[in-house]
């Protein structure tokens, strides 16, 4: 029996969606995507959901892409990585969307996709221990998309600083940074965000959270899907570069790449 990549599961109005690959260090790869977009969508119309957790099993939050995707995404001609930049970009827009609040339990390392996928969340909880950062930069890549949404949560100045350096950083300064909402210790985060969602569900309007979440989406992002649109361009034209193919080859050999 198939091992599913996508936990999904229901208690006291909160749904609790896992990110089940903790062999792969829960990297993203276009099934693994497509599960969790599934997964977000389905609690969305799951009339027993009032609030959403995002989290993973294992070590690693996610370490963005899989290693074999990378490797594929060489061989993709124009029009295939258009379409599957577009799937990314739906993964990201159903959760910032979503007319349910999304908080992402964060228990280890969140990088490129996976720090992406906490970006977008609407609270963030982390563990101190956790690592994020954007390094795509260091593989010849593009953090296109996920720039649409990151430079609404943090100021410009940090936002060059993430993404043109591809640094990684501890879960402090993503909270001194703006990237997430809360930390917790390893021993508390699940307490405390299971308390958190239990005190939206039981004290909040379902249509108050949802009407907010949709006001500060358009208020904040006004030109949001045409950023999208033009970062979903840039995201397949990168994939084409020669540095792209340089740096992806230079990953899968283990050998330092020569910038």
Known sequence: MTTPLVLYSVSS?????????????????????ASLTTAFLDASEDDAVK????????AVFSAGADLAYLQQLQQ????????????????YTTIYYLPKVVIAQVEGHAIAGGCGLATVCDISFAVPEANFGYTEVKLGFVPAIVSCFLLRK?????????LLTGELF????????????????????ERRVQDFA???????????????????????????EKNLEF?????????????????????????????
């Open 170 to 189: 501890p879960a402090q300064q993503a909270l001194d940074f703006g990237l997430i909402t809360f930390l917790a210790e390893q021993s508390e985060i």
């Open 154 to 162: 943090t100021s410009e100045t940090i936002a060059k600083r993430i």
């Open 231 to 259: 970062a979903v361009q840039i995201n397949a034209r990168v994939r084409e570069s020669s540095d792209f193919k340089k740096g992806i080859a230079s990953f899968v050999e283990k050998e330092k790449i020569k910038w």
């Open 198 to 224: 239990l005190t939206l569900c039981n004290e909040t309007s379902a249509n108050s959270l949802m009407v907010t979440k949709q006001l500060i989406g358009q208020t904040t992002n006004p030109l949001l």
């Open 76 to 91: 993709n001609t124009h029009e295939e990585n258009l379409k599957d930049s577009e799937n990314l970009k739906k993964l």
């Open 51 to 58: 609030v959403i957790i995002l989290k993973a099993n294992g």
């Open 13 to 33: 109005r909160v749904a609790t969606i896992t990110i089940n690959r903790p062999d792969k260090r829960n990297a993203l790869n276009p099934e693994l995507i």
